[in-house]
């Protein structure tokens, strides 16, 4: 580790421990959410039944390390465009995703933990929620004096982050549609009112509106596909912005989503095909195999920057099993197409059953990179959350960063004093 990258973490870290000079002011969050909320009839009292859905206090990030990530970020999209890559990863993938319409998809979400060697990459998803959540989480930080807010800027302006957001969206439209208007987007996902995140679909529904875009929040179920055109009722669907886990259209309750992306019939963002090249965990052992990715031709600068970043990652075989057995107290187990941290395992704590499950199922195994830490003041008492940092990208380029804070095996939106956090970029020598 160079002295500058060893400096620029110390001094991050030690913001982590011990900087308290920034917290959420949850009256302005409250009125926030329940100022885009009201129309859709959403109980005011969101902040209390999702009493660990945002973190008091944010987490420091090195910009450095930022930079880091927006490098990895963008060799990841350079290997997406080989070719040679790109016929490897759908060729494992289901007839559903070989449909290229031309959109990127929205909101990637590139999850990283700061490890000893800095940012690495430990997954990535094409349907990352929580975007809108942490804008106005961002907007309702509070520092203690004007000294940090000098350092580390003012609140983020809103307005101008919507409008961004729904440039992207249009963007995406006209991609697959050119001039015309964009008139209506579905929401969908499977029993949305019941999903954790489903506040969030209510505050798209209300920023898609409020700029004319008229919007249905639906269960795939309730689309048909009729008239060369998606319906849900008696509504045409334009565009479908996309929030299930049925990420390839496989299940029956899908049938209609599967039929419209294959005929090209509605906008689909994120779509399968984008999944298949990004974020199924099949593709992690190949971007981490330097020999693979110089077989397929991808330059050296963007091997080295996969290399540094990349925790080593294989397939679960018949072939490896036992030595991954033996290996697995340093390893990490991830079904490959799975999600929000579900059927994963930590190979220290494994069981034989659970191991003969994973052997006979699809799963990769990552390099352990332990998550880093944010100490906290809960209910008087310092605590120490472990932290992973998010960012959102657009066609390669970051849009946002925010962090999740949580105890456990993996993260969640359930424990005390952690939740979603909004990050601060820290220059070089910076310490409270």
Known sequence: MSMKIEAGSRHTDALNR?????????????A??????????????????????????????????????????????????????REAVLAAAPASAREDHGSHGVFFGFDFHLGEDGPQLIEINTNAGGVLLNLYL??????????????????????DAENELIDMFKEEWRLQRGDLPLGTIAIVDTEPRSQFLYPEF??????????????????????????????????????????????????????SLLAAYKEGIAVFTPSPYAYALFADKRNLPILSDRDRLKAFGVDDETIETLGQQMPATVMVTQENAGQ???????????????????????????????????VHS???????????????????????????????????????????????????????????????????????
């Open 138 to 159: 961002a907007a309702a930080q509070q520092a203690c004096c004007t000294e940090v807010v000098r350092l580390f800027g003012g609140n983020v302006n809103v307005t």
């Open 324 to 358: 991954l057995w033996e290996d697995r107290k340093e390893l990490f187990f991830k079904p490959v197409t799975g999600y929000g941290s579900r059927g994963a395992y930590r190979g220290a704590k494994l069981t034989r059953k659970v191991w003969e499950r994973i």
């Open 202 to 255: 209510l505050l798209f529904q209300s920023l898609f509106e409020r700029h004319g875009i008229a919007v249905v929040i639906a269960d795939p179920k309730e689309l048909s596909v009729r008239e060369r055109a998606l319906w849900a009722g008696n509504q045409r669907i334009d565009l479908v912005y996309n929030r299930l886990t049925d990420f390839y259209f496989q299940m029956p309750e899908s049938a």
């Open 18 to 30: 011990d900087c308290h000079c920034i917290s959420v002011n949850k009256e302005i969050l409250r």
């Open 362 to 432: 699809d799963y990769v195994a990552q390099a352990v990179v332990p998550p880093s830490e944010r100490h906290l003041i809960i209910n008087g008492q310092k605590q120490s959350l472990k932290l992973d940092i998010r960012c959102v990208s657009y066609n390669g380029d970051i849009q946002q960063l925010s962090a999740r804070l949580y105890q456990g095996q993996t993260t969640n939106l359930r424990t005390e004093g952690g939740g979603l956090a909004t990050v601060f970029a820290t220059p070089d020598g910076v310490c409270c």
């Open 32 to 85: 926030s959410l329940e100022a885009n909320l009201k129309d859709a009839g959403l109980p005011g009292e969101l902040l209390d039944v999702h009493r660990h859905l945002f973190a008091d206090t944010p987490v420091f990030l090195w910009q450095g390390h930022i930079d880091r990530m927006a490098r990895l970020i963008r060799a990841v999209q350079t290997v997406a465009s080989n070719v040679a890559y």
